[in-house]
């Protein structure tokens, strides 16, 4: 098979440089800032930006850590822990396009709780519902992430409750799922579980049948509906995943950057028994189409030795190479759509999002005709 090299975004190669440079001078907090603004895109960022953490005062410093290994695991322990009290940032805002059927809704758990906004279908009393839970991307929210996915226009088309759960800036920063942190990558606990619980509330609300139950996500949002797909399967019957990475691809921030490379950690972690969707461009900058693949592979590992079939088309403007798994005239296992010239950015979306590309395949009509084909 023959191999492509990816060229890599010079900005987020700064940005790891600085935060690099930060850790050997023990400056944590401007560490933890410079990877922050890495994991959203950004690449490096203004010295003042970084340093806005920075405590003053005349009280004594704590010795600095010694070593890179010591940095590194206090940069872990100063993690903020997904339970906590609600703030101002970890509400959801109103937007003045919402309609009377788009509101902020909290679930609250033993977990913990979790800002949202819900879109519900205005004759959804007559429908056959399923439910979509839409994750965002770094820096982004649920108005931003619905606009840009048009996601409420197909809700009304065909029955969808469709949930934008919400990630507080108290649980990172840059508003990313935390994907790479093992305390959110297994069951039971953490991020998994507060947005299991959530779609688990929203089925029995709204009476939805648990195969009609479906995560979607973009990038660190992508990667958190992989992690569900795998310790959830029981909850969500399929996934989409836009460029994403496959679960346990990181266990901490600097093999997340490995990961979103394009070095990857071997895994075996993303084998999940639920049918999925995945999108990724050939020239993402931010994360390496390789991840897609591997999110493909995985997929298909789980289901046994399923047949693979591979279409070309030109679709809105771009050329897309669409792999597909399965038995037979059964509905496909797993589809890859690799988009040629495809950046970092949901495929078919509104400008009026953040992180969308307008041409190409629309992939929120792709996924929802995936979803509900079995």
Known sequence: MTQRTFAMNPRFHAAIGEAMNRLRTSDVTGATAAIQHALAGRGSMPSAAADSGTQSGD?????????????????????????????????????ERDRENFRARRFQSAVGSLAYKLYVPSDHADRNLALVVMLHGC????????????????ADEFG??????????????????????PRHQRRGAGEPALLAGLAQELASEFKIDRNRVFVAGLS???????????????????????SGLPHGAACDVMSAFAAMKGNAKATAQGRSPIRKIIFHGTADATVHPSNGKAVFDLAGSAQGTPAEFQT????????????????????ALAEHWLIHGGTHAWSGGDRSGSYTDATGPDASREMIRFFLEA
């Open 312 to 331: 070309d088309a030109v679709i809105n403007g771009k050329r897309v190479t669409r792999s597909l798994i399965g038995h037979g005239d059964a509905p």
């Open 220 to 242: 660190a949002g992508g990667a958190m509906a992989d992690v569900l797909a795998s310790t959830y399967p029981e909850v969500f019957s399929v996934a989409g995943i836009h």
């Open 59 to 95: 009280s004594p410093e704590a010795p600095p850590a010694r070593g890179l290994r010591a940095i590194l695991q206090k940069l872990r322990q100063e993690q903020a822990s997904f339970i906590h009290a609600p703030s101002q940032g970890d509400t959801v805002t109103e937007d």
């Open 139 to 154: 820096t982004q929210s649920p108005n931003d992430f619905a606009h840009g996915t048009r996601m409420n226009v197909l």
């Open 160 to 181: 969808l409750i469709v949930a934008y759960p919400v990630q507080p800036k108290s649980a990172n920063a840059q508003g990313c799922w935390n994907w790479f942190d």
